[in-house]
T-cell receptor, first 109, second 114 residues
Framework: RKEVEQDPGPFNVPEGATVAFNCTYS??????FFWYRQDCRKEPKLLMS???SGNEDGRFTAQLNRASQYISLLIRDSKLSDSATYLC??????????FGPGTRLSVLP | DAGVIQSPRHEVTEMGQEVTLRCKPI?????LFWYRQTMMRGLELLIY????????DSGMPEDRFSAKMPNASFSTLKIQPSEPRDSAVYFC????????????FGPGTRLTVL
């Protein structure tokens, strides 16, 4: 099993829709998690960190479920500009840093 | 702030040639990372440095790859000899105080080995 797994998509959703992605990880010792966003032919950029209690930033909500070993990203009221690939990232107590393969989102007009 | 700077942005070379990729991290950042991204394998961490010292190079694919960081403002990733399977986008990233903090990525170098 890969260390970090994501559904590659693409997820095609209309503007205004709510969409959610999950990311599963295999290492139960993983400590910190992040969501990065990568636009086509651009570099990844941090979208948000994922805290144990869950966190929200505007239209974006991230959740962590340690018992089931997955993190999630919820996007409400999707915008055309949300079209990108979303990468989940697992950090393991400063030992290593693993990116998932990414989930591609296309928001359609 | 200029952000992470990488050069060249594009490199096309022939199999067997030496390739050198360059990176200037954000001033004041003490961690520097080299990644490779391909469609097949996604984004892979190759090596990272802390205060110019290599900490983990377990992601370096083989001896043809080497990385150096002679000072806090410059790093290189060298491939010698290059092979077609090395074709990828190579990203450099830097961060302040480690893996748990945001990594700022450079624009990447798109390498094509013919």
């Amino acid at each position: 099993r890969k260390e970090v797994e994501q559904d590659p998509g693409p997820f095609n959703v209309p503007e205004g829709a709510t969409v959610a992605f999950n990311c599963t990880y295999s290492n139960s010792a993983s400590q910190s998690f992040f969501w990065y966003r990568q636009d086509c032919r651009k570099e990844p950029k941090l979208l948000m960190s994922v805290y144990s209690s869950g966190n929200e930033d505007g239209r974006f909500t991230a959740q962590l479920n340690r018992a089931s070993q997955y993190i999630s990203l919820l996007i409400r009221d999707s915008k055309l500009s949300d079209s990108a690939t979303y990468l989940c990232v697992r950090e393991n107590y400063g030992q290593n840093f693993v990116f998932g393969p990414g989930t591609r989102l296309s928001v359609l007009p | 702030d200029a952000g992470v700077i990488q050069s060249p942005r594009h490199e096309v070379t022939e199999m067997g040639q030496e390739v050198t990729l360059r990176c200037k991290p954000i001033s004041g950042h003490d961690y520097l990372f080299w990644y490779r991204q391909t469609m097949m394998r996604g984004l892979e961490l190759l090596i990272y440095f802390n205060n110019n010292v290599p900490i983990d190079d377990s992601g370096m694919p083989e001896d043809r790859f080497s990385a150096k960081m002679p000072n806090a403002s410059f790093s290189t990733l060298k491939i010698q000899p290059s092979e077609p399977r090395d074709s990828a986008v190579y990203f450099c990233a830097s961060s302040l105080r480690g893996l748990v903090n945001e990594q700022f990525f450079g624009p990447g170098t798109r390498l094509t080995v013919l």
